[in-house]
């Protein structure tokens, strides 16, 4: 993709997300925080303007931070659009890249799996996010990845809240990409 491409698909993405996803009051986050905003990526993730997006600048980060791996996913259901819209922008691009699901339990019946999709051990894999807060969820995918025999090469979010999550991921050894931080979504573009 071309350097004009992406520059114009980051500035439909973020006012994308400033129009779907992001939403000023008082919120209590998952983190049990409190918050003068929230951001609903989902609402973002889950639109096909999204999708298109959200895949093709998942696609280029990957290649930006030199990440090759074979599959892409997370834990449910943030990540699950995230992942998806990468291993399709992979798929148009003639590019083999699948994706995956984390449960957040085992499944109780047939071959009681925590994880869903296109992954086996030895699996080299990104793990990618709506959105980073402490970094919670993205450790519990990372742990089933390793549990099962998988490769963590990294973290991809689609938004960083900066609120200690890209820290937590870090200091466990894993690095980390946000296609944006939570403060160029507050501002109004230039």
Known sequence: MSEATT????LKLAELLRLRSVHSGDFILASGRKSSFYVDARLTTMSGAGLLLVGRLGLATLD??????RAVGGLTLGADPVAYAIAH???VAGRGLDAFTVRKEPKEHGQRRLIE???????????VEDVITT???ALRA????????GQVLGVLAVVDRGEGGRMALEEAGHRVAALFNVAELLTDPV
């Open 7 to 10: 520059t114009s698909d980051r």
């Open 64 to 69: 930006e931070m030199g990440w090759r791996p």
């Open 89 to 91: 922008a992979a798929a």
């Open 117 to 127: 999709g296109c992954f086996g051990e030895g699996c080299a894999v990104v793990v």
């Open 135 to 137: 970094g919670g969820s």
């Open 142 to 149: 990372i742990d089933a990845v390793r549990e099962a025999g």
